[in-house]
């Protein structure tokens, strides 16, 4: 069975390519389930970089990827921790700069990334009995941009990061900063809103 050709043409001067336009995130309250705010890096492809990466060329990939926090990589596909735009454009490359003689273009993602063994985790199993108001308490309680959740070794593999949760999309999604939120602000209750 034989099929026509597509008929084609050339291209007009200044044709562009089509950019992704992420879905808008549903709005969501502090008790719709935690993963509702949760970026699912089984669904979503992760941002990566290697960590002899120029700090420049990072924040590049970052504005390329549309995202502030980068996996850093150097044998895939095993996490070395993490850098985030503060990290880049923050007072540690400027402390380095001053306290080891290097030029900002000597530095690499290595000289200010955050190492895996520095970084919050949550644990994913957790996450089904947990909500958004348990997320934003983690959050505020431990002061940081992002938390990982990550899903426990099984026989043979690995544990794995399975989600991002950052408080940047926690604040798009609840419609609110942060820092306006009232939930739970002792550890004893995040421990608890987290088990369910």
């Given at each position: 069975m034989s099929h026509p050709a597509l008929s084609t043409?050339?291209?007009?001067?200044?044709?562009?390519?089509?950019?992704?336009?992420?879905?808008?995130?549903?709005?969501?309250?502090?008790?719709?389930?935690?993963?509702?705010v949760m970026t699912d890096l089984v669904k979503v492809r992760a941002a990566c970089i290697g960590p002899q990466v120029s700090l420049d060329a990072a924040e590049q990939r970052m504005r390329e990827s549309g995202v502030r926090m980068l996996f850093v990589i150097s044998d895939m596909p095993c996490v070395?921790?993490?850098?985030t735009l503060s990290d880049l454009q923050g007072s540690k490359p400027i402390r380095l700069i001053q306290a080891q003689g290097l030029t900002r273009t000597e530095l690499t993602v290595k000289h200010v990334m955050q190492a895996l063994s520095d970084i919050d985790a949550v644990d994913f199993e957790a996450l089904g009995r947990a909500t958004v108001g348990s997320v934003v308490a983690a959050l505020q309680h431990?002061?940081?941009?992002?938390?990982?959740?990550?899903?426990?070794?099984?026989?043979?593999?690995?544990?794995?990061?399975?989600?991002?949760?950052?408080?940047?999309q926690v604040e798009r999604q609840l419609?609110?900063?942060?820092?306006?939120?009232?939930?739970?602000a002792t550890f004893a209750e995040i421990a608890t809103a987290l088990r369910g």
């Open positions: 043409y050339r291209f007009a001067e200044g044709t562009c390519i089509a950019q992704a336009t992420p879905p808008e995130a549903a709005r969501v309250s502090l008790d719709s389930p935690a993963t509702a070395d921790g993490i850098v431990y002061g940081h941009a992002y938390l990982l959740a990550v899903e426990a070794a099984t026989r043979g593999a690995p544990p794995r990061i399975r989600g991002i949760f950052s408080a940047a419609g609110a900063p942060l820092n306006s939120v009232e939930v739970a």
